[in-house]
T-cell receptor, first 116, second 113 residues
Framework: EAQVTQNPRYLITVTGKKLTVTCSQN?????MSWYRQDPGLGLRQIYY???????DKGDVPEGYKVSRKEKRNFPLILESPSPNQTSLYFC???????????????FGPGTRLTVL | GENVEQHPSTLSVQEGDSAVIKCTYS??????FPWYKQELGKGPQLIID?????GEKKDQRIAVTLNKTAKHFSLHITETQPEDSAVYFC????????????FGKGNQVVVIP
């Protein structure tokens, strides 16, 4: 089944304790992206990656890091989480060329993060 | 960059009635406009999209219309059903390949049985 998976789905942590949220897709997509979703603010892009070893900042990158060492994986790293990073996080992927629906962006199921 | 706005933020409709959500965008170079549906506890999922070379597209009970002159596009849901209750996001981008999607803030649609 074509899908984007994220782990963990739920995480409660404390301020300053480094954490990583993993994201993996099995569709051989070039483009991958991380969003955070907050009430009243919609989906805001954190970082995105056009392909392996190519990453760039989105709209709200402060406090986050990413890496893209393999095409299928795009982990989100919070080196020193703070309470204002409490949010619902989504990973997404899509192709960047090809047929009629290649712009379709596929989202993972989300990771709900609480930073105390 | 692109700025996408959605109205209204919450919409309640009686089952069987129609629902319309409107989005406006700022970048006149945008030419791809998808709509995503997010059900409770899930990630957003594409339900319909439209490109700037057409003015309307339909898929069963849902349709999207685009007015490039006024820079707005709308989602129309006819004969609403309880399973249409969800958050709907519109988005816009300059087109294909590497261009980023700019999302609106989302609309909560509630279908009242």
């Amino acid at each position: 089944e074509a899908q984007v998976t994220q782990n963990p789905r739920y995480l409660i942590t404390v301020t300053g304790k480094k954490l990583t949220v993993t994201c993996s897709q099995n569709m051989n997509h070039e483009y991958m992206s991380w969003y955070r979703q907050d009430p009243g603010l919609g989906l805001r892009q954190i970082y995105y990656s056009m392909n392996v070893e190519v990453t760039d900042k989105g709209d709200v990158p402060e406090g986050y890091k990413v890496s893209r060492k393999e095409k299928r994986n795009f982990p989100l790293i919070l080196e020193s989480p703070s309470p204002n990073q409490t949010s619902l996080y989504f990973c997404a992927s899509r192709r960047t060329s090809g047929g009629a629906r290649y712009n379709e962006q596929f989202f993972g199921p989300g990771t709900r993060l609480t930073v105390l | 960059g692109e700025n996408v706005e959605q109205h209204p933020s919450t919409l309640s409709v009686q089952e069987g009635d129609s629902a319309v959500i409107k989005c406006t965008y700022s970048d006149s170079a945008s030419n791809y406009f998808p709509w995503y549906k997010q059900e409770l506890g899930k990630g957003p999922q594409l339900i319909i999209d439209i490109r700037s070379n057409v003015g309307e597209k339909k898929d069963q009970r849902i349709a999207v219309t685009l007015n490039k002159t006024a820079k707005h596009f709308s989602l129309h849901i006819t004969e609403t059903q309880p399973e249409d209750s969800a958050v709907y996001f519109c988005a816009a981008s300059r087109g294909y390949g590497n261009n980023r999607l700019a999302f609106g803030k989302g609309n909560q649609v509630v279908v009242i049985p």
